[in-house]
């Protein structure tokens, strides 16, 4: 998968710019922000016109396929996945949309939750379901802790500008380590924690990381169709040693690649393989 992975980063930085409306988000004191998911699927195209669809831009090269999104990049890698995100340890990735009319419009179809008004969903052809919330909805709101302040989280706050933008990451831990999984994000990563709704969470720029407790055995994300996660560092080396002195190891350690980009890999406690990376920013400018 490593192989993989950094012929995609290489053709990425060769793909046209990505529009402004697309950026990654600003890092936060740690250096941290959201920067891609990377989904394994059996029909690459029919996926990307999914994702271009739901709003994204595609910025394809020879060797890569990623769709942009404000906050995130989506990439797509061709595979056979073990099975999709429900049933492993981060069981769904939630977007922010005005309303779910332009969606439906674009020809898309929204699953809407009748007790949750403004909750629903979308399923990419080959069954991922990405969760939809439009913005008015109260199951967005994110409240910090008591005595927590993060100028990024006020985003949550302020009214949509653009069609759409990744609003979170849902990851179903064994019952119990809810409150112990907010504690290790926010001390990997320096988010600012909070609730969501009545989740237990911790806010990077560009996303917001929500934890439950599940009453059943949760797969780690290697191998399924969100094969994992990344975020974006600042000065990805020096980071990569203070991970390592936290007692966090890599599983991939710190390595440059020829086009400039840097990348390292690690596993949370619970299963979800993290990819870190160094570069992709510029390549959304």
């Known amino acids: 998968m490593m192989k993989v992975r950094v012929v995609l980063v290489a053709g990425l930085l060769l793909a046209a710019a990505v529009s402004p409306r697309a950026q990654l988000a600003e890092p936060n004191a740690a250096g941290v922000a959201m920067g891609h998911l990377h989904y394994i699927v059996r029909d690459v195209d029919a996926n990307e016109k999914f994702w271009v669809t739901l709003g994204g831009t595609a910025r394809d090269s020879r060797d890569a396929h990623v769709v942009a999104f404000p906050d995130v990049l989506v990439f797509l890698t061709q595979g ?3 099975a999709g995100s429900n049933g492993s340890v981060v069981n769904h990735v939630a977007f922010k949309v005005p309303s779910f009319a332009a969606v439906e419009k674009s020809g898309l179809k929204v699953t809407r939750l009748a007790q949750f008004p ?3 969903s979308v399923t990419s052809p080959e069954g991922e379901r990405i969760e939809l919330f439009e ?5 967005l709101v994110f409240t910090l802790d008591p005595g927590v302040t993060s100028a990024s989280a006020r985003r949550h706050q302020e009214k949509m500008t653009v069609p759409i933008v990744v609003h979170h990451i849902h990851f179903n831990v064994p019952k119990g380590s ?7 994000y ?3 990563f320096g988010g600012a924690t909070g609730k969501r709704w009545h989740y237990e969470a911790t806010d990077l720029p560009g996303i917001n990381l929500n934890f439950s407790d599940s009453d059943r055995p949760v797969a780690p994300t290697r191998g399924r169709m969100l094969d994992h996660i990344g975020f974006e560092v600042v000065n990805l080396e ?9 007692g966090i190891r890599l599983d991939a350690p710190y390595a440059k690649q020829a086009d400039g980009v840097a990348t390292a890999r690690l596993t949370d406690p619970w299963g979800t393989s993290i ?3 160094e570069g992709l920013r510029r390549t959304t400018r």
Do not use: D
């Open 80 to 82: 056979s996945p073990s």
């Open 118 to 120: 403004g909750v629903g």
């Open 135 to 139: 913005e008015t909805s109260e199951n």
């Open 178 to 184: 809810e409150q112990q999984a907010k504690e290790w």
């Open 186 to 188: 926010t001390r990997a």
């Open 238 to 246: 020096a980071f990569c040693r203070k991970l390592e002195a936290q």
């Open 275 to 277: 990819e870190l990376t």
